[in-house]
């Protein structure tokens, strides 16, 4: 259905037309050998724009995070992160699975925990207990309805973890939507941390990639962690190149992915069955809380006006705004949700 309203995800964008023609277009070569020159492009522009030494191209913003948490710690020792992180919450247990490092989760209502939070889980130097190695960052934070934090609080974060020589690692698969929302420049945003993620499958546009921006000691690490995974591509320039598009096109859209989101949540905020927060809507995500057993009628309503959202836990349903979805969209959705009977 051609002109379906998909909110499920900003992953469902589909490729520009721009992008189409760079990925016909793209020049290719081995990237296992260094050799694909659209990917060196992609890399170089990532790590300008996160402003870090290096980056690296990796197929998803999963294996991006975990590629990092290998490099940073080894197996046995303890990383801490907000519990419902996506590297904990939603990558298939890939840190026990792939690094054999566990996690200690922080409570945050809105995906941050505060620097005392932060100092209280650093474990003593004793042998009882395990390192505490990595703090993970989520900015911005999808569980918690695309939280966004200043360079500020992530710098505090970050200097607290690193007084107590542990590693930072932010999973910034919508980090440029932090950085427009508070109308900053994403290097901000990281400065503070030892190495980042950048999605460019989500908002931006692309059809496959993430970035894993860092230092050229930790890139070279994270290459040979990146073809341990499984994730040494060959001629990737094909698919980079659409990447290269989506830094083109993809940032100028993310603020009109932010007012659709607010102008959602004001119009769901009013409905006498629906719980939202507008203004804890700060990016391209709105979680709309109801009563439980209410979500799967929505969801089947939503679907017979060709609107389709997400379930995000029990009596709550989650709306991502996205490239693909224009003012017309967006009122097909809440226009919808009005005239649902609960
Ligand atoms: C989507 C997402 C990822 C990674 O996703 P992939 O689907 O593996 O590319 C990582 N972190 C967050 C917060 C995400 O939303």
Known sequence: MSDLVDLRSDTMTRP???????????????????????????????????????????PSGTMANQVAIHVHCRPGDELVCESRSHVFFYEGGAIARLSGTQVRTLEAADGFPTAEQIAAAVRPDDPHFPRSRLLVVENTHNMAGGRVASAAR???????????????????????????????????????????????????????????????????????????????????????AAGLVALDEGPALLAEDHRRARALAEGLAALPWADVDVAATESNIVMLRLAPDRAAPLLAHLAEHGVRAAQAGAGRLRFVLHRDVDDVGAARCLDACRAFAP
Request: hydrophobic share 50%; glycine share 12%; proline share 4%.
């Open 154 to 240: 992530i710098t505090a974060l970050a200097n607290t973890a690193r007084s107590h020589g542990m590693k930072v690692h932010c999973d910034g698969a919508r980090l440029l939507n932090a950085a427009v929302a508070l109308g900053c420049d994403p290097a901000e945003l990281v400065a503070a941390v030892d190495t980042t993620t950048l999605c460019l499958s989500k908002g931006l546009g692309a059809p496959v990639g993430s970035l894993l921006a860092g230092d050229a000691a930790f890139a070279a690490e994270a290459r040979r962690a990146r073809k341990a995974f499984g994730g040494g591509m060959r001629q990737a320039g094909v698919i980079a």
């Open 16 to 58: 520009s037309p721009a992008m189409r023609r760079a990925m016909v277009e793209a020049e290719v070569g081995d990237d296992v050998w260094g050799e694909d020159p659209t990917v060196r492009a992609l890399e170089q522009r990532g790590a300008a724009l996160l402003g870090k030494p290096a980056a690296l191209y990796l």
